[in-house]
């Protein structure tokens, strides 16, 4: 608000929900503006409340010299055919005539919904300085129905069909029939099939017309539903209370980084790190000095270093919280498969600048969209290389504390190990089976930093079997025997 823009007048609002379920508006876009609806005769009315749609009958005065008498009784006779005596006349038949009084003699409005989108207006009502809203349900435009020109169409239909009937009968012609089998409808079909204009059209006209009472705006039941667009108390419905700063603050709260929060000061050290970690993700050496406290002021490097060996882990020079501390309930998976899960992308980003979603996720056996959940928290998309750490590594770290980073590589070679051990464990069955002769790769080669040779060659193999064979007798020596004794043997 500008300083030379003075506050001219207050006005309290009121918000009233008698009627907000109930209240529509309707418009009328081809009815003159200056001729009102007080003079009007409605002689019924009918509503489709669950596509929400309005019918009203409007009488005409067909005394008046305006009208055309010999017209209306032209366009009666067209749309319902010719009329019986006034004193016989068939139920039936009358309930589907059009204009039963055999001249027309009524104007039908239909509506429909020019706007689906109405939960942010309301209708207002300014009485004694007091302005009282009531949100409305719908909005409805209605206009003129010419659907008796559809039943004079089709009464010609049924009349040339009854002329054509009279004549001789023909044999009728074979026709070649074709047999078609429908398809299995998939749910995007039928979704889209429900919206197409013909679905809506049809449900539209399957929805019979339920009849309304309509009451002029001048009786006691129209003023009654009137007094509902007011608040019934002023305080349920109160003015703002609040000044003008506290209503600022309370519409639109600040937003902090969430790096710039700082924890309470009655924290550890440690539990401060945890939560700085936990809200930020990733930060530096340097940003956690800057605000980390303690109840002497300023925290030393020292006693950081300290505090983050047993609160954090370090990634290329860059700080994170540990994963237990991030996964400590129960979620889709197992909070100790999360952990893991996060400890090896976190170990790859020691040994590579990029990695791989799509190895990770074969690697760590987790849903998609879990891995997707793990890499967010620590990394960001390249689309020219893959997934990389949130912030660049700390070179400058790394070169002043060469010894904690030991210490940290040493921390996630184990943490790496751990990994390989559990996805092995999960593969080897509790029953250990013979070994095999047969070179065999396991998937645990794969994981593991070091290559396994346990294989046998097939020269070892072929002795041993002949040396087997060779050997006869239960716990007595024999002496060996030479292939060309055998086979004289033999």
């Known amino acids: 608000m500008e300083e030379d823009d003075p506050v001219v007048q207050e006005i309290p609002v009121f918000l009233s929900q008698a009627l ?3 209240l529509y508006i309707y418009q009328y876009p081809v009815r003159p503006a200056n001729r009102d609806w007080r003079d009007v005769k409605v002689t019924n009315a009918s509503v489709k409340p669950k596509n929400q749609l309005v019918r009203m009958e409007i009488g005409l005065n067909t005394y008046s010299d305006k009208y055309c008498a010999s017209k209306g009784e032209q366009i009666a006779l067209n749309t319902d055919g010719s009329q019986e005596s006034r004193y016989i006349k068939d139920k039936e038949r009358e309930r589907s005539q059009y204009f039963r009084n055999g001249i027309m003699d009524k104007i039908v409005y239909e ?3 020019p706007c689906t989108e109405t939960q942010h207006y309301a209708v207002a009502l300014l009485q004694d300085k007091e ?3 009531t949100p409305i349900k719908g909005i409805l435009q209605l206009r003129p129905s010419y659907s008796y020109y559809d039943k004079q169409d089709k009464r010609k239909v049924d009349k040339s069909k009854d002329e054509n009937s009279d004549d001789e009968e023909k044999e009728p012609e074979p026709q070649q029939v074709t047999v078609k ?7 995007v079909a039928k979704k889209a099939r429900e919206k197409s204009y013909e679905s809506i059209s049809q449900r539209i006209a399957d929805e019979p017309w339920y009849d309304a009472m309509w009451k002029h705006s001048d009786t006691d039941h129209a003023d009654l539903e009137r007094m509902k667009l007011f608040s019934a108390t002023v305080q349920d419905g109160s003015s703002l209370t609040l000044g003008p700063a506290e209503y600022i603050s309370t519409l639109v709260p600040q937003l902090n980084d969430e790096a710039e929060m700082a924890p309470p000061k009655k924290l550890t050290l440690q539990d401060q790190i945890k939560e700085i ?3 930020a993700k990733l930060m530096t050496f340097n940003e956690l000095l800057k605000l980390a406290r303690s109840e002497d002021g300023q925290v030393s490097e020292a006693a950081l270093l300290t505090a983050l060996g047993g609160a954090a882990c370090c990634v290329r020079g860059v700080w994170a919280p540990r994963s237990q501390e991030l996964y400590v309930r129960a979620a889709p998976a197992p909070p100790r498969l999360m952990c893991a899960a996060r400890d090896h992308v976190l170990y790859l980003f020691t040994q590579h600048a990029y990695v791989d979603r799509r190895k990770i996720t074969a690697a760590v056996r987790l849903p998609p969209q879990e891995v997707l959940e793990i890499l967010r928290s620590v990394a960001k998309y390249n689309p020219r290389t893959g997934w990389e750490l949130l912030l660049p ?3 400058a770290f790394e070169a002043k504390y060469p ?3 030991q210490r940290q590589n040493l921390y996630w070679e184990a943490r790496q190990r751990q990994f390989n051990e559990m996805l092995i464990g999960e593969n080897v069955p509790k029953r250990q089976r013979k ?5 065999s790769v396991s998937s645990d080669t794969m994981m593991s930093p070091k290559p396994r040779n346990n294989s046998v060659s097939e020269e070892d193999s072929d002795r041993k079997r002949h040396k087997n064979k060779s050997a006869t007798g239960s716990g007595k020596r024999t002496r060996n025997i030479s292939s060309s004794s055998g086979h004289d043997a033999t």
């Not at 070994?435 to 070179?439: A, L």
């Open 181 to 187: 089998f429908a398809r299995v409808e998939t749910d």
């Open 20 to 22: 907000s379920e109930h």
């Open 131 to 133: 302005l009282h809203c």
């Open 435 to 439: 070994k095999s002769q047969r070179d």
């Open 111 to 113: 509506s429909s919904k």
């Open 393 to 395: 590594p700390d070179t």
């Open 277 to 279: 970690l936990i809200d």
């Open 403 to 405: 010894d904690v980073v």
